[in-house]
């Protein structure tokens, strides 16, 4: 799959990646829009600031939407075909606080370290 990789400021590249699968506590998202934000900004401009600096080369963004392709094992409450929506602010996926309801059926998955300026990022809920 396509995804835009952050690899330093000022350093981001379109590269072809394996498709994730979704790991047992996790969502495969296909993403419909995916947004740039101040936060990815700053980091592209003179980061990394969220990123781990040394770290591997990541995808970013965390504000978007899209579709359920694939539900892992223990996940509950969402299936194959849910819309989604991120929350603004979601980054690593560590903070439970953050997974709330949304109007209309949508729900606000939180997510693993890679982000969604890729096809089908793996997000946990």
């Known amino acids: 799959m396509r995804a835009a990789v952050y690899h330093g400021p000022r350093d981001v590249r379109v590269e072809t990646r394996p498709r994730p699968r979704a790991g047992p506590d996790q969502l495969l998202v296909e993403v419909s829009v995916a947004a740039i934000c101040g936060t990815d900004a700053s980091e592209y401009v003179d980061g990394p600031h969220l990123i781990p600096a040394g770290g591997d080369p990541i995808v970013?963004?965390?504000?978007?939407?899209?579709r359920v392709v694939e539900v892992g094992a223990a996940v509950a409450g969402f299936a194959r075909g849910d819309r989604v929506v991120s929350g603004a602010g979601v980054w690593r996926g560590e903070c439970d606080s953050v997974v709330h309801a949304r109007p209309a059926g949508r729900r606000r998955p939180r997510r693993d370290a890679d982000g969604p300026w890729s096809e089908q990022p793996a997000a946990a809920p």
């Open 60 to 66: 970013l963004g965390h504000e978007f939407t899209g």
